[in-house]
């Protein structure tokens, strides 16, 4: 018989995964939503926690932005993506009055609306609980970590771009996961590589190789490499589901692994 679920934490997720960049711009909320629509296709119960509380961009890659949160008698209620409810998400941006309204706020005060989320949301039973996470390591991410700890297992996944300056900040990331006791669940190398659309050539705009080579110095594991792919970009910006709708594109193959990797 399963557990019965405390109202409003975590007793009932099983894997929780903290999505880290070194810097801003590097995919991670693109890697981030991917995830969990990969992990969805895969018949698995997906949450997605966004505690980029200065850039909430999930809401709108998965065309929920303006949508309404809750309240039940165990906390918020999150939002649910689709109409299996298979993947629900909660942010910040569902608080604001408006899109374009900017979170001026100092620390503690961000970290208490972290901890408000993790404790007082109605998650019920997940597989998998990603969190997208501000870019570096800030007081966001202790807050995270402090509040999300008991609920382990609790794992980080690492975006990099392929230049030395990113997979550099890496460095700091991989360094923040071992002060933290947060176990790696591996680095992910984004926009790695061009793919020509009409000659299938593939460009390294950027380069390539440089977050494998990060993640075998630093003996964690490498879980691929992500192409540039303009049909990628557009199904964000709609907010369609590209697991679902572009299998046949460049970057499907290596997302739809990686969240069978996790
Ligand atoms: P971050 O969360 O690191 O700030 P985002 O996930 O918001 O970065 O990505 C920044 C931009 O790059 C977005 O417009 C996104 O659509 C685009 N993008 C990210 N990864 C890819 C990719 N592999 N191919 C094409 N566009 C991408």
């Known amino acids: 018989m399963e557990a019965a679920v405390e109202p409003g934490n975590l007793a009932g997720v099983r894997h929780i995964i903290l999505v880290l960049s070194g810097k801003g711009g590097v ?4 890697i981030s939503t991917e995830l969990a629509l990969a992990l969805r296709h895969a ?17 709108r890659m998965l065309r929920a932005q303006g949508r309404a949160v809750h ?10 993506v689709d109409q299996e409810q298979s993947i629900s998400l909660m942010s910040v941006g569902f608080l604001l009055e408006s899109p374009d309204e900017a979170v001026v706020w100092r620390g503690p005060k961000k970290n208490a609306l972290i901890k408000q989320f993790v404790a007082d949301v109605a998650w019920g039973q997940l597989d998998y609980l990603v969190v997208d996470t501000p870019p570096g390591t800030s007081d966001e991410h202790m807050a995270a970590v402090e509040a999300l700890r008991p609920y ?10 392929p230049q030395a300056v990113s997979v550099g900040d890496v460095r700091r990331e991989l360094t923040f996961c071992r002060k933290t006791g947060l176990q790696v ?12 659309p009409h000659c299938a050539e593939c460009t390294n705009v950027f380069s390539r190789g440089g977050g494998e080579v990060l993640a075998s110095l630093a003996g964690v594991p490498f879980l691929g490499s992500v192409p540039l792919d303009p049909e990628l970009t557009r199904s964000l910006e709609e907010g369609q589901d590209f697991i679902r709708d572009f299998p046949k594109s460049p970057a499907f193959p290596a997302l739809f692994s990686i969240a069978q990797k996790v």
């Open 71 to 80: 309240q039940c008698d165990s906390g918020w209620v999150p939002v649910f």
């Open 43 to 59: 018949g698995k119960k997906v949450g997605i926690l966004d505690v980029d509380l200065c850039g909430p961009s999930i809401p």
């Open 152 to 161: 382990s297992p609790l794992g980080a996944l690492v975006v990099t771009t």
């Open 185 to 196: 669940v591996g680095v992910v190398e984004n926009m790695s590589g061009f793919v020509c």
């Open 27 to 30: 995919g991670k909320s693109t």
